[in-house]
C-alpha cells in the first residue's frame, strides 16, 4: 500500500472535495505473475463509472514488428540489448480526472477520510494515456525523439567510440516494460532509474519479454542473434487448458492423445455444423483465440493460419470449433519447444532470378517516394525478401481465397501474414495477385517504418512467388 499513498492527497476532517469531483470507489484485486509465480496486490479505482472523453485515454504500445527489428539490428550493428521494468509505473503520472474516494481499512488510521485521487492510479480510464505522456516527457529531456512510424520506439542518434560506427539508440516502451537498444544500454536505463524507479533486479540481460523468453543464441553459420522463444507461455497454456477440462468439461472432452498437425487431417471450421456453444463456452473459446493469436506474435507463426481459420468464428463458435482448440492445444503440449531466431546474415540473392524491365513508358522517370522528413541512415544498411503465395477457393463454404506472406529483413522473419481475401477471385491468378497486392502494401509499410527508423535499405524488395502469370504479368 505504501507504493500507491502517494495517488491520494487526503482531506482534513471536514473538508468537502473541490467542485466538479466525481465520487468513486476503489477495491483490492489480486493475481499471479505467470513468469515467476509472484502474488501481487493491487489497489484500484472503478474508474468504469467515470465520464472521460476518449481523446484522453488512447494509449499506444511499441509494435511487436518493431521489436523484431529492434532485436535484428542490435545483432547486425553488434550493440547491446538490456531490458527493465519501471515500478508502480501508472501512480507516477499525474492524473487529469476530477475524482475522490473515501479510504477503506486497508489505509489503516485513515480510513473512512475523504482523499483526491491526483494520479493514474489503476483502474482509471486514462491511466494509460497518462503514463505514457509523462514517459515521453521523460524520454525528450533525456534527448531522444518518437519515430514518426512507431510513437513508443524512441531514437537518438549515437557513435560508438570503440570504431566511430554512427547508429541510432532505440528505447521501446511497453507500457511499463523498455528495452534499450545501444552500445552502452546499461548506462542508458540507469539514466531513467533516475527520473521513474526500476524494479529491483529488472535491469539486466533480457529474460522473459512480453511474455517470451529472449536470449542470444550462437547459429550454426556461427553468427550471434537474438531469439524469441514462447514455450514458457505455451506451456503453463496448455496446463491452464488441461486444467479447466479437468475441472469443468471432463465428461465431455479432453485433450487428444496425438497431434501431429495444429488441426486434424481434413477438418474444415467452415463446414463445421455442430451445436453451437452456449454463453459460458463461447466466451472461454474467445480467450482461448486471444491467447492462441498472442503465441502466434510471439513467433508460433506454424500454426498462424488454423487460428486466423478459427477467429472467423468468434461471433457464433461451435462445439467443432472448440474441439479445434483443444487440438492445438494437444499439438503444442507435444511441440512446445519453438524459437524464432532473428538472423541478421545477409541473404544470397541470385539476380538472375530477376528481370529488369523498362516501365518508364508507362510511369516516367519515377524514383521511389522518399519520406521528406526521414533521419540520415546510420549503421549497416539491409536488404529486404517477401514470399507470398494464396489459397485459391481455401474457403470451401464462400469459395474466398486465403492471402500468405512472409517478409525478412536480412534473414529474419519480421512480418507474416495468413488471412481471407475480402473477394471471391475466380481464377488462380486473381486469388495470387490480390495476395500480392496485399504483400506489396505491406511492404511499401515497412520500407517507409526503416527508413524512419533511420537504417538504411540497400536496394529493391526482393519478392518471390510460384504463379508465373503474375510474374510475367508484373515484368
Given at each position: 500500500m505504501k507504493n500507491v499513498r502517494v495517488a491520494f492527497k487526503i482531506l482534513d476532517d471536514g473538508e468537502r472535495p473541490p467542485p466538479g469531483f466525481q465520487f468513486i470507489r476503489c477495491h483490492m484485486i489480486f493475481d499471479i505473475k505467470m513468469e515467476d509465480f509472484r502474488r501481487k496486490a493491487w489497489l484500484v479505482a472503478g474508474g468504469h463509472v467515470t465520464d472521460v472523453p476518449p481523446t484522453i485515454t488512447y494509449s499506444s504500445v511499441v509494435g511487436r514488428e518493431t521489436v523484431r527489428i529492434a532485436l535484428t539490428l542490435a545483432a547486425l550493428n553488434d550493440l547491446e540489448v538490456k531490458v527493465a521494468d519501471i515500478m508502480n509505473a501508472f501512480v507516477t503520472a499525474?492524473?487529469?480526472?476530477?475524482?475522490?474516494?473515501?479510504?477503506?481499512?486497508?489505509?489503516?488510521?485513515?480510513?473512512?477520510?475523504?482523499?483526491?485521487?491526483?494520479?493514474?492510479?489503476?483502474?482509471?480510464?486514462?491511466?494509460?494515456?497518462?503514463?505514457?505522456?509523462?514517459?515521453?516527457?521523460?524520454?525528450?529531456?533525456?534527448?531522444?525523439?518518437?519515430?514518426?512510424?512507431?510513437?513508443?520506439?524512441?531514437?537518438?542518434?549515437?557513435?560508438?567510440?570503440?570504431?566511430?560506427?554512427?547508429?541510432?539508440?532505440?528505447?521501446?516502451?511497453?507500457?511499463?516494460?523498455?528495452?534499450?537498444?545501444?552500445?552502452?544500454?546499461?548506462?542508458?536505463?540507469?539514466?531513467?532509474?533516475?527520473?521513474?524507479?526500476?524494479?529491483?533486479?529488472?535491469?539486466?540481460?533480457?529474460?522473459?519479454?512480453?511474455?517470451?523468453?529472449l536470449k542470444k543464441m550462437k547459429l550454426p553459420n556461427g553468427v550471434k542473434a537474438w531469439a524469441m522463444s514462447?514455450?514458457?507461455?505455451?506451456?503453463?497454456?496448455?496446463?491452464?487448458?488441461?486444467?479447466?477440462?479437468?475441472?469443468?468439461?471432463s465428461a465431455r472432452w479432453k485433450l487428444?492423445?496425438?497431434?501431429?498437425?495444429?488441426?486434424?487431417?481434413?477438418?474444415?471450421?467452415?463446414?463445421?455444423?455442430?451445436?453451437?456453444?452456449d454463453p459460458s463456452l463461447s466466451s472461454y473459446y474467445q480467450?482461448?483465440?486471444?491467447?492462441?493469436?498472442?503465441?502466434?506474435?510471439?513467433?508460433?507463426?506454424?500454426?498462424m493460419t488454423e487460428v486466423s481459420m478459427l477467429v472467423s468464428h468468434l461471433a457464433m463458435p461451435r462445439e467443432g470449433h472448440l474441439e479445434a482448440i483443444f487440438h492445438i492445444y494437444a499439438y503444442l503440449k507435444q511441440k512446445y519447444?519453438?524459437?524464432?531466431?532473428?538472423?541478421?546474415?545477409?541473404?544470397?540473392?541470385?539476380?538472375?532470378?530477376?528481370?529488369?524491365?523498362?516501365?518508364?513508358?508507362?510511369y516516367g522517370d519515377v524514383k521511389e517516394a522518399i519520406p521528406p522528413n526521414a533521419p540520415?541512415?546510420?549503421?549497416?544498411?539491409?536488404d529486404l525478401r517477401m514470399f507470398v503465395d494464396s489459397d485459391h477457393a481455401g474457403d470451401k463454404l464462400t469459395r474466398r481465397s486465403r492471402t500468405g506472406f512472409m517478409i525478412f529483413m536480412n534473414t529474419a522473419l519480421i512480418d507474416a501474414l495468413s488471412k481471407k481475401q475480402?473477394?471471391?477471385?475466380?481464377?488462380?491468378?486473381?486469388?495470387?495477385?490480390?495476395?500480392?497486392?496485399?504483400?506489396?502494401?505491406?511492404?511499401?509499410?515497412?520500407?517507409?517504418?526503416l527508413r524512419m527508423m533511420g537504417v538504411s535499405i540497400s536496394g529493391p524488395s526482393y519478392i518471390y512467388g510460384d504463379n508465373m502469370s503474375v510474374i510475367h504479368n508484373t515484368q
Open positions: 499525474p492524473t487529469e480526472e476530477k475524482i475522490w474516494t473515501i479510504l477503506g481499512p486497508e489505509f489503516g488510521n485513515n480510513q473512512g477520510k475523504k482523499a483526491v485521487i491526483v494520479r493514474a492510479l489503476y483502474g482509471l480510464k486514462n491511466a494509460g494515456a497518462s503514463f505514457r505522456h509523462h514517459l515521453a516527457d521523460c524520454m525528450k529531456h533525456l534527448g531522444y525523439t518518437p519515430c514518426l512510424a512507431d510513437p513508443d520506439l524512441w531514437m537518438k542518434p549515437e557513435v560508438r567510440p570503440d570504431d566511430g560506427m554512427a547508429y541510432y539508440a532505440y528505447i521501446l516502451c511497453y507500457v511499463d516494460d523498455i528495452l534499450s537498444n545501444a552500445h552502452n544500454a546499461e548506462d542508458v536505463l540507469h539514466r531513467l532509474d533516475k527520473y521513474f524507479m526500476l524494479k529491483p533486479g529488472s535491469l539486466g540481460d533480457p529474460d522473459i519479454y512480453l511474455g517470451a523468453k514462447p514455450a514458457q507461455y505455451v506451456h503453463q497454456s496448455v496446463k491452464n487448458v488441461e486444467k479447466y477440462l479437468e475441472e469443468n468439461l487428444p492423445s496425438k497431434a501431429e498437425n495444429p488441426f486434424a487431417i481434413g477438418f474444415s471450421p467452415e463446414l463445421d455444423d455442430s451445436p453451437e456453444l480467450s482461448q483465440i486471444g491467447i492462441l493469436r498472442w503465441m502466434v506474435e510471439l513467433g508460433r507463426i506454424d500454426m519447444n519453438s524459437r524464432l531466431a532473428f538472423d541478421p546474415t545477409y541473404p544470397s540473392i541470385d539476380m538472375s532470378d530477376f528481370k529488369e524491365c523498362d516501365w518508364k513508358q508507362f540520415e541512415t546510420r549503421g549497416k544498411d539491409v475480402a473477394t471471391i477471385e475466380t481464377s488462380v491468378f486473381g486469388a495470387e495477385f490480390v495476395a500480392l497486392k496485399h504483400g506489396m502494401e505491406r511492404l511499401c509499410g515497412l520500407r517507409y517504418k
